[in-house]
């Protein structure tokens, strides 16, 4: 077994012990962390979203974007510690943070997506994977591993324009396949505006879910869309700044759209009610700092790398 694959396979090994950790140990000091009759299905996915890492690194292995060092386990850990504490401090619980209707921001996701553009696939998937588990452990609200490995999908994705030398090319054939994830978003939401938000909650209320998606939650991943394109253009002379939205922008599409369809099965939803309830209202506001945050860190790493002189 070569290094870059017993790297690798380590990393996703330690993810799903790790998961399997929190998942085990968290109702001690928590009963709401318990998982129900659906968590062997939900590890189900975890293991299918980690063979899919597998399979994309099988396929892309010879190149160096798979290498893991003693740096890239540094930033694993930073990442995924700074994702958590930030997710757990923004997810409600510490700073209410504002929200327009039933839309929940998260500005912590810059995290997963910086990471992996920035330190590679494998920094990406354990910042965002290990990170949100981690964040969801502390926020107390339950665990879903599930939306964990999708987190972790998110960075390992955005990290995958290493494989490409010429940075703006790429940007394109993104461009184009998230404009159409976000078109057919879109209009399923306008087919079935009447479904509930799965991602609402008011615990206090014990209200879970039972309120239709607003307009702008609806609209929020064509919204996104816009803006990233935005970024792009007017920033288009800056390639890693456009290139670190672009990329995370489809990581955000793919990752969270794995978790949401991965509900199908776990909790018996149908496709419109897995786009609508949980897939919109998820990745939609993420966008907004795709757009805005993640350009912020990149040009402060980009001011670090010159003033480092590397």
């Given at each position: 077994m070569n290094r870059k694959l017993f790297s690798v396979v380590v990393a996703l090994v330690v993810v799903f012990v790790v998961f399997l950790l929190i998942a085990g140990i968290g109702p001690l000091f928590n009963k709401s962390l318990q998982l129900d009759q659906t968590a062997v299905l939900r590890f189900v996915f975890v293991a299918i979203g980690l063979l899919i890492v597998f399979g994309v690194y099988f396929l892309t292995r010879d190149h160096k974007m798979w290498e893991v060092g003693t740096r890239e386990v540094v930033y694993m850990a930073i990442g995924a510690a700074l994702y958590a504490v930030l997710s757990f401090l923004f997810n409600g619980t510490v700073f209410v943070v504002p929200s327009v209707s039933q839309v929940a921001l998260?500005?912590?996701?810059?995290?997963?997506?910086f990471f992996g553009y920035a330190f590679g696939p494998v920094v990406g998937l354990f910042t965002g994977a290990v990170g949100n588990m981690f964040g969801d452990a502390l926020t107390g609200f339950g665990l879903s591993p599930q939306w964990s490995v999708g987190n972790g999908l998110i960075g390992m994705i955005a990290g995958l324009v290493m494989l490409f030398e010429d940075k703006k090319k790429s940007m394109n054939?993104?461009?184009?396949?998230?404009?159409?994830?976000a078109a057919i978003g879109t209009l399923i939401f306008f087919l079935n505006q009447t479904i509930p938000n799965m991602q609402y909650f008011n615990p206090p209320a014990n209200v879970f879910g039972d309120q239709q998606i607003s307009l702008f939650a609806g609209l929020s991943a064509l919204i996104g869309f816009v803006l990233v394109l935005i970024?792009?253009?007017?920033?288009?002379?800056?390639?890693?700044?456009?290139?670190?939205?672009?990329w995370s922008m489809l990581g955000n599409f793919l990752g969270l759209g794995f978790a949401a369809i991965s509900d199908i099965w776990i909790n018996g939803y149908?496709?419109?009610t897995a786009i609508v309830g949980e897939f919109l209202p998820s990745a939609g506001p993420n966008m907004l700092f795709a757009a805005i945050l993640v350009p912020l860190l990149v040009v402060a790493y980009g001011a670090v790398?010159?003033?480092?002189?590397r």
């Open positions: 998260r500005p912590a996701i810059c995290i997963p997506m054939t993104v461009l184009i396949v998230s404009g159409v994830l970024v792009r253009f007017i920033f288009g002379q800056n390639v890693d700044l456009a290139a670190a939205v672009t149908n496709l419109p790398q010159r003033q480092s002189g």
